[in-house]
DNA sequence: GCGCTAAAGCGGTGATCTCTGCTTTAGTGC
DNA sequence: GCACTAAAGCAGAGATCACCGCTTTAGCGC
C-alpha cells in the first residue's frame, strides 16, 4: 500500500523496476483484461521477480490501485477562465482518460479492492475525479459569472455520470460532440435537442 | 455458457443444485465481495461438488452473469400509464436492485467477464435495463402525452447513469426522494432544485 | 573509492484452483 | 415399474499462485 515513488531509495533501480511494473500491468490489463492479469504474470512481463511484485505492492488490486492513480498525472487541461470551455475540456479529458486501452478497467481495479480497502479505493477515485472539476465551478463563482454555475453534486450527476456509464456500456456515439451536448444540456443554451 | 435453467433435464436435482448453487454465490458475493469468491467455495457452501460447477458454468464470472440475470425476475413493478409515476417506479426498483447486498457485485460481474465474453455480458446487462424503460416512453407516446416522453438515451443519461454512478461511488442521500428529483428534473416541472 | 543498507533476485513450500476420467445417482419416456 | 441417459459425485493430477527465508545487487553518504 505505501508506494511513494519518493519514500526511501528513489534512486535507479527502484524507479526502473516501478516503471518497468508499471508498463507491464498497463500492457496486460490493456490486452486481457484485469480479471486474467496476476502478479507472477506482470512480473514476467515486466522482467522483474514476482517476490518485489508480493513486497512491494501486495496483492494485484493495490498495484492497479497505483497504477490508476499516476495514470495521466500532470496531463490535465488548464483552466482558460471560462465555465462552459473549462467544464467541456475537463470532461473531454476525462472522456479520453476513460477510453484509452484499459481505462475502465483501471477504473474498476480501483474500484475494486479487497472489501476492507474498496471504501478507500472508491473514496480515492471519486475524489480524483471531483478535484478536477471543484476548480472550474469556485473560479466561475469566484468571477461572478452571471448565473451561478452548477453545483459539483449536478456535473457529477449530468456529466460525469453520463460519461462513465457509456464508457463501461461501450454505448456508441460517446465523443467530443456529446460531451458539448451534454454541457450544453447543463448550463443552459442547449443548441441540439438529443 | 449455456446455462438456460430449460436445456435438458429442468427436473428436480438440476433445479436444486442450480437454485442452491445461485443462494450460495449471492451470499458469498454479499459478504466477501465478488473477488473473494472461487468456484470452490461456492460449492462448497452450496453443498454441491466443484466439478458440477466447473462443468456447467465453467467459470466464476459465466457464474455471476447467469445469477445477475436471473436475478429479480418477475419481480419488477408494473406499469400504472403515467409517465413519471412509471419512471419513478421503475428507476426505484432499479435503486433497489442495485443496492441490494452484492448489487454492484453482479453488475460488475457482468460486465467484467473475459474479454471474449466482455461484449456479450454488456450488451445484455445494458439491454435489461433499456428494456425495464423503454415499454414506459413507449406507452407514454402511445397514449400521446402533451409533451411527448424523452428519448431512451436520454432517460438513460439523466436517471440510470447517475443511479448506477452514486451506487458505484456509494454516494450518500442516493435514495427515494432523490430517484424523484431526478425524474422531475428530467421530464420538467423540477420542484426541488438540488 | 568504500562501507552501509534498502531493495531486488533466487529458490522452495504449502495451499488452492482448474480440469478430467470414471462411477453413481436420479429424472424421463416407455 | 423399467430401461435409458443426462447430470452430479468422487478422486486425483497438474498447474499456478501466494508467500517467505536467504543471498546478492546497487544506490547513497562519507
Redesign the pocket.
Known amino acids: 500500500m505505501n508506494a511513494d515513488a519518493s ?8 524507479a526502473r ?2 516503471a518497468a511494473v508499471h508498463g507491464a500491468a498497463v500492457a496486460l490489463v490493456g490486452e486481457r483484461g484485469a480479471d486474467q492479469v ?4 506482470v512480473a514476467e512481463r515486466a ?6 511484485l ?3 505492492w ?3 488490486a493495490a498495484l492497479l490501485a497505483d497504477v490508476a492513480r499516476h495514470r495521466g498525472d500532470a496531463s490535465a487541461p488548464p483552466l482558460v477562465g471560462d465555465l462552459r470551455a473549462d467544464l467541456e475540456n475537463q470532461a473531454v479529458w476525462t472522456l479520453a482518460e476513460l477510453s484509452r486501452p484499459g481505462g475502465i478497467a483501471f477504473f474498476r481495479a480501483e474500484v475494486a479492492p479487497d472489501v476492507d480497502e474498496r471504501h478507500d479505493g472508491l473514496r480515492e477515485c471519486l475524489h480524483g475525479v471531483s478535484e478536477r472539476f471543484r476548480p472550474v465551478l469556485d473560479t466561475a463563482r469566484e468571477r461572478g459569472d452571471a448565473p451561478p454555475p452548477p453545483s459539483l453534486e449536478r456535473v457529477l450527476d449530468r456529466i460525469v455520470a453520463p460519461l462513465y456509464f457509456r464508457v463501461v456500456f461501450s454505448i456508441p456515439g460517446t465523443d467530443e460532440a456529446y460531451v458539448r451536448a451534454l454541457v450544453a444540456g447543463l448550463i443552459g443554451e442547449a443548441p441540439l435537442e438529443r
Open positions: 519514500t526511501k531509495r528513489p534512486g535507479g533501480r527502484s523496476v516501478r496476476t502478479l507472477p504474470a522482467g522483474v521477480n514476482s517476490s518485489t508480493y513486497r512491494r501486495g496483492t494485484l
